[in-house]
């Protein structure tokens, strides 16, 4: 019994060291790749096939189907991607995880492990240390170091079993197609209870190179595997948007169909495999042989559900129906989860989703401002202009109030993403982020300040006269102006000749703002009304900060790069 306790903590051991080694290498990658594989992401929304590759990529880079799986339900849930597009990339990244079995296959046992592994992993620790710009690599050669020593400990621990040990298991290989759905049924527990299809296929692999179960066994086992790893997407959708729940019941149908569907064909797909592939499908053979059926077996299942995507889109948005209405007043509260893989974490892909929500608050900041020009024009030829005031100053209290919520909940969100060891150019990133978010929070403040001064105005009867209003009006369109060029640059990283653009915009907004102070100190001298004149210069100043603000945003964006 003791020595079945001492290879089963061996066993569990190597595990670990893989799924660590795996960890590293998908960190070091992401660190490596940066805003390449920012960019590579974008491309998700061409089209379908776009999508596909996309999602053979990415999931590749990161080897983590469950990993890629997350953060398309948190894309969708942000809106960055809609159901059929999230579809294709869900397709891409079944396929892109077979190359964990091909990694398996054709470098961990083909070779000697041992004469890679200390020297990746010494390799990669001296290149971490050192300070250059290409340190990060050396996580990528730690990464595969740690992987080769755990399938070493694996390959070395599970032939050590004698023959009664393996008895009982040898028992559940040989029961026809019962061992097929055993095998099913133990690759989805092993997976749902690791939440790493990797780790469950190369132990499958290891298990099938000596013996311990038969390539049918292990066929099936690869299978359960697709269907435990969709565990990673439906928590990711727990409280989440219909649209992330559907994203989420999508990864489950069509890993659960499509593995169903192979387990009734199973027969003819490791034939085909065993004819594209000659030699036996067994000892070192064996492990090719599975890697291959995994490969077909995703394949096969994208090219039978790419022509029908839309029509999948259609069963899904059935099956769950759109119940989100909105909190009572008519206000929402504004919530983001941050959600990542449990085994691999993707910091550098949620800092996409944070972008996209702060090109929603640049967008909210816009709509109020644009609502503070258009009272200023409209507000005193109103009939009523207490009601007019009371609905505005209303309305920008409960956008200013989201506007507040959603900086709280991004900057948790960023923090977040610096709590695993991220690349210095991300890190900068998030630095940027934060320092934009806090501007265009300020502007809402600001947007809101407006409305309270023109409904001081209102109730103490301090109109503005024709002529300021008139004078106004070219001054709020040069911060309109500066907002929307603002909005267009989020996310990227503007030129010199761009900055140049929005320091004259900033000069232009200065020159406007004393000139009208100017005018309303002259109409002091000539006996207006002081208390209506002082209102009318704490407009302006707002206004001037609201493109204050537009300047920081800029600069942010300039020294971004």
Same mark, same amino acid.
């Given at each position: 019994?003791?020595?079945v306790?001492?290879?089963?903590?061996?066993?569990?051991?190597?595990?670990?060291?893989?799924?660590?080694?795996m960890?590293?290498?998908?960190?070091?990658?992401?660190?490596?790749?940066?805003d390449?594989?920012?960019? =590579?992401l974008?491309?998700?929304?061409?089209?379908? !096939?776009?999508g +596909? #590759?996309? /999602?053979?990529? *990415?999931? %590749?880079? $990161?080897?983590?189907?469950?990993a890629?799986?997350?953060?398309v339900?948190?894309?969708?849930n942000?809106g960055l991607l809609?159901?059929?597009?999230a579809?294709?990339?869900?397709?891409?990244a079944n396929?892109?995880?077979t190359?964990?079995?091909w990694?398996?296959?054709?470098v961990?046992?083909?070779?000697?492990i041992?004469?890679l592994?200390?020297?990746a992993?010494?390799i990669?620790f001296?290149?971490?240390?050192l300070?250059?710009k290409?340190?990060?690599?050396g996580?990528?050669?730690?990464?595969?170091?740690f992987?080769?020593?755990?399938?070493?400990?694996?390959?070395?621990a599970?032939?050590?079993m004698d023959a009664?040990?393996?008895? =009982?298991?040898?028992?559940?290989s040989?029961?026809? !197609?019962?061992? +097929? #759905?055993i /095998?099913?049924? *133990?690759? %989805?527990? $092993?997976?749902?209870?690791?939440?790493?299809s990797?780790?469950?296929?190369?132990?499958?692999?290891?298990m099938?190179?000596t013996?311990?179960?038969?390539?049918?066994?292990?066929a099936?086992?690869?299978?359960?595997?697709?269907?435990?790893?969709?565990?990673?997407?439906i928590?990711a959708?727990?409280?989440?948007?219909t649209?992330?729940?559907?994203t989420a019941?999508?990864?489950?149908?069509?890993?659960?169909?499509?593995?169903?569907v192979a387990?009734?064909?199973?027969n003819?797909?490791?034939?085909?495999v065993?004819?594209?592939?000659p030699?036996?499908a067994?000892?070192g053979?064996?492990?090719?042989?599975?890697?291959?059926?995994?490969?077909?077996?995703?394949?096969?299942?994208?090219l039978l !559900?790419?022509p029908f995507?839309?029509?999948?889109?259609?069963?899904?948005?059935?099956?769950?129906k759109?119940?989100?209405?909105?909190?009572?007043?008519g206000?929402?509260t504004?919530?983001?989860e941050?959600?990542?893989?449990?085994?691999?974490?993707?910091?550098e892909?949620?800092?996409?989703?944070v972008e996209?929500?702060?090109?929603?608050?640049?967008?909210?900041?816009?709509s109020?401002f644009?609502?503070?020009?258009?009272?200023?024009?409209?507000?005193?030829?109103?009939?009523?202009k207490?009601?007019?005031?009371?609905?505005l100053?209303?309305?920008m209290?409960?956008?200013?109030?989201?506007?507040?919520e959603?900086?709280?909940?991004?900057?948790?969100?960023?923090?977040?993403?610096?709590?695993?060891?991220?690349?210095g150019?991300s890190?900068?990133?998030?630095?940027q982020?934060?320092?934009?978010i806090?501007?265009?929070?300020?502007?809402?403040d600001?947007?809101?300040?407006?409305?309270?001064?023109l409904?001081?105005?209102?109730?103490?009867?301090?109109?503005?006269?024709?002529?300021e209003?008139e004078?106004?009006?070219p001054?709020?369109r040069?911060v309109?102006?500066?907002?929307a060029?603002?909005?267009?640059?989020?996310?990227?990283?503007?030129?010199?000749e761009?900055?140049?653009?929005?320091?004259e915009?900033?000069?232009?907004?200065?020159?406007?703002?004393?000139?009208?102070r100017?005018m309303g100190?002259?109409?002091?001298?000539?006996?207006a009304?002081?208390?209506?004149?002082?209102?009318?210069?704490?407009?302006?100043?707002?206004?001037?900060?609201v493109?204050?603000?537009?300047?920081?945003i800029?600069?942010?964006l300039?020294r971004?790069?």
């Open positions: 019994m003791s020595t306790i001492m290879i089963l903590l061996r066993v569990i051991g190597g595990l670990c060291l893989f799924l660590y080694g960890k590293v290498m998908s960190d070091g990658i992401q660190h490596v790749a940066g390449r594989l920012q960019h =590579f974008n491309l998700m929304t061409k089209n379908r !096939f776009v +596909i #590759l996309t /999602g053979i990529v *990415v999931t %590749t880079l $990161v080897q983590s189907s469950s890629v799986s997350v953060m339900v948190s894309f969708v942000a809609s159901l059929t597009q579809i294709g990339v869900i397709m891409g396929i892109g995880t190359t964990t079995a990694i398996v296959s054709l961990g046992f083909s070779i000697d041992s004469s592994a200390l020297p992993v010494g990669g001296f290149m971490q240390i300070k250059w290409r340190r990060d690599l996580e990528v050669f730690m990464g595969f170091g992987i080769f020593l755990g399938l070493r400990f694996l390959t070395e599970l032939p050590t009664a040990h393996l008895e =009982f298991i040898r028992h559940f040989n029961l026809g !197609f019962l061992s +097929i #759905l /095998g099913l049924g *133990v690759g %989805t527990g $092993v997976t749902l209870l690791m939440h790493s990797a780790a469950t296929i190369t132990l499958t692999i290891t099938a190179m013996g311990m179960i038969s390539f049918e066994t292990a099936a086992m690869i299978l359960g595997a697709n269907i435990g790893t969709t565990i990673d997407a928590m959708a727990i409280g989440a948007k649209a992330a729940k559907r019941l999508v990864h489950v149908l069509f890993n659960v169909v499509g593995s169903v387990v009734i064909f199973i003819p797909l490791i034939a085909l065993d004819f594209i592939i030699g036996p067994a000892g053979g064996i492990a090719t042989h599975l890697a291959m059926f995994h490969t077909i077996f995703n394949m096969m299942g994208t !559900f790419l995507i839309t029509q999948f889109a259609a069963l899904v948005s059935f099956l769950i759109d119940k989100e209405k909105a909190a009572p007043g206000r929402r504004y919530r983001l941050y959600v990542s893989g449990t085994l691999q974490n993707t910091p892909l949620n800092i996409i989703r996209k929500e702060i090109r929603d608050m640049a967008g909210l900041a816009s109020m644009a609502n503070i020009s258009g009272a200023l024009q409209n507000l005193y030829h109103t009939d009523n207490e009601q007019a005031v009371d609905a100053v209303t309305e209290r409960d956008k200013e109030e989201f506007a507040d959603m900086r709280v909940e991004l900057t948790r969100f960023l923090i977040e993403c610096r709590r695993p060891q991220l690349s150019q890190e900068r990133k998030i630095y982020l934060l320092r934009i806090s501007d265009l929070e300020d502007m809402t600001d947007c809101c300040s407006v409305s309270l001064l409904e001081r105005s209102v109730k103490k009867k301090l109109y503005f006269k024709d002529k209003m004078a106004l009006a001054y709020t040069l309109e102006d500066f907002l060029f603002v909005r267009e640059q989020l996310g990227q990283t503007i030129t010199a761009q900055e140049s653009y929005a320091a915009l900033e000069n232009s907004i200065d020159k406007s703002r004393d000139k009208l100017k100190r002259k109409r002091i001298e000539a006996g009304d002081v208390k209506a004149e002082l209102l009318f210069i704490d407009v302006v100043r707002r206004i001037e900060k493109g204050d603000y537009c300047y920081n800029a600069g942010a300039r971004g790069r």
